[in-house]
DNA sequence: CAAAATACGTAACATACGATACAGCGCTCC
DNA sequence: GGAGCGCTGTATCGTATGTTACGTATTTTG
């Protein structure tokens, strides 16, 4: 059963060529706005001709543009009415595939974020802020993109920033460059890396503070950790997901940025001159 | 300071005539939709005729009934892509001071997946879980780690999955392994990325499937791609948000697993016994 | 590889829409 | 009670908008 317009062209946009498939992508990106305008504006904004707009319009099994705007306007008078179905997407009938993973995810980041005091967040953004060190960054077999993510930010705010990559005999050998005002950030999951743990050891020995982003089993690197991060990981699949550990990171990277403001907004400038 | 229509029709009614009043409770009553509609239908549903709407209209300061439409077109728009503004969201049980980054990414996510069918995901997994063809996955500055994150976890359930990395040329280079069959993951978000543009077109011309990654205002890769995700990355901070796209990119790691269960299954155990 | 079919845009067209001019009506204030 | 003013609707006009016809380009099929 097909109850909205979005699930009209979803249901149909397989069977479009190019240029509606443009269309109803536009549409759908920004849905409903565009399609209450003009057929101009429209077109403009997919980047094809009226007449496609029309055809694609047609296709949906519309009348005429006018009757089709008219569709959009009460789907979205009867949505502003009842602010509880703005879980659009209903809940997927049957075999719901996709709620049960977004519902996790979004209880996973609730749940984090709980045991996560503001305190801790503020200590650990001021301990990365603190420039009289360098930051290296390390992640496991799935974690190392969140470790790359978070460099990749830190390293525009900053400098000294260090992913540290490749092999393992890589970046053992950076152990030599760290000490006491140095920060080391390490990802690490189920099922957690014996390298990983060897290297948070040493490093540890040679007084680099470490943060640890784990899972709420705790590494066992949390033994050397000055700060430890434990997120929720656990959604109906076979694997664990990162994502609460994401967002994590992206709030420390907002901390973080928010305290370099100054000095920042001027390497960024630098760096834009550099183009 | 008057920063809706509505509240400024609420100051400006009492100094309004019979006629105007009608058509401004009519408005109020029904609010905004009435004003989306022609001229004739307002002025019909306020039992007035089409020139008082205009003189209404007026009095409000808009040009024209185009200009006045337009500005309620914003207003809806606005309130539609920050959910967090209508009440309905609990202000976060407990009293704990949450960030602010985390509610605009919470509501980043709910929005992406809104205008997320399960169909286009499924459609989506299907593509990725037909192994008559080679996936590769590529990213820009600042995404490229979730093109890791994925490659990663697909490359654990089926063979024939690339990341592209390292140097634009390393890259380009590998276009020549790729054909009709073959999927190509992209992640692009503001800014675009010239070279991943270029990239994509000339994969489209190979008749490569694009699978595009992207932000609300879709990156012009959106041309050459078959299937676009837009996710909502605007959080209260000097740069975007990857997290809703994070998790899109979970969900789909998750449906194509399912999908590939029987084989995917005997895939890890086989790996296991490899380590 | 040729031929047919489909997709797409340009340009001309018709109409429905917003805008305006004007006249009638009621109200207020000398 | 009459003159003036403001409010409102009817009728008309110009134009922006949706629509359609047609030619070219592209893809598909035999």
Redo the contacts between chains.
């Keep these: 059963m097909i109850s909205n317009i ?2 009209l062209i ?2 149909r ?2 069977t479009m060529p190019a240029s509606e ?2 269309a109803a ?2 549409l ?4 409903p ?1 565009i399609g ?2 003009t057929v101009a504006e429209f077109s403009a904004a997919a ?1 094809v001709s009226s007449p496609t707009i029309l055809r694609f319009v047609a296709r949906l099994g519309f009348q005429n543009y006018p009757e089709f705007q008219s569709s959009l ?1 009460d789907e ?2 009867a949505q ?1 009415q009842s ?2 179905t ?4 209903p809940p ?1 009938p049957g075999g ?3 709620s049960p ?2 519902e996790a ?2 209880d996973n ?2 749940e984090t ?2 045991h996560l005091s ?1 305190k801790q ?1 503020a200590d650990i953004a001021a301990r990365l802020a603190d420039r009289r060190g360098k930051t290296f960054l390390i992640g496991g ?2 974690t ?3 470790a ?2 978070m460099a ?2 830190l390293a ?1 705010i900053q400098p000294d920033v260090f992913h540290l990559a490749g092999q393992e005999s890589m970046w053992r050998d950076r152990l030599i460059d760290m000490g006491k005002r140095d920060v080391l950030v390490i990802f690490d999951i189920r099922r957690y890396q014996d390298s990983l743990v060897r290297f948070a050891e040493k490093a540890h020995q040679r007084g680099v503070q470490i943060v640890l982003f784990t899972d709420q089993w705790l590494s066992p690197i949390a033994r050397f950790a000055r700060h430890v991060i434990a997120g929720r990981t656990a ?5 664990d ?3 609460a550990l ?2 994590v990171a ?2 420390l ?2 901390a973080v ?1 928010r305290q370099l403001e100054a000095e ?1 907004a001027k390497r ?1 400038r630098e760096m834009e001159s550099l183009r």
């Design positions: 979005a699930e979803a249901d946009i397989g498939r443009r992508q536009t759908i990106a920004s849905y706005m209450l305008k980047g306007q979205l008078a502003l602010p509880a703005r879980t659009l997407n997927s719901g595939t996709v993973m977004l995810t979004l980041m609730r974020f709980r503001d967040l077999r799935f190392d993109p969140l790359r993510y990749a930010h525009v959604v109906p699949s076979a694997w997901s990162s994502a994401f967002v992206e709030t990277i907002g940025t920042g960024i």
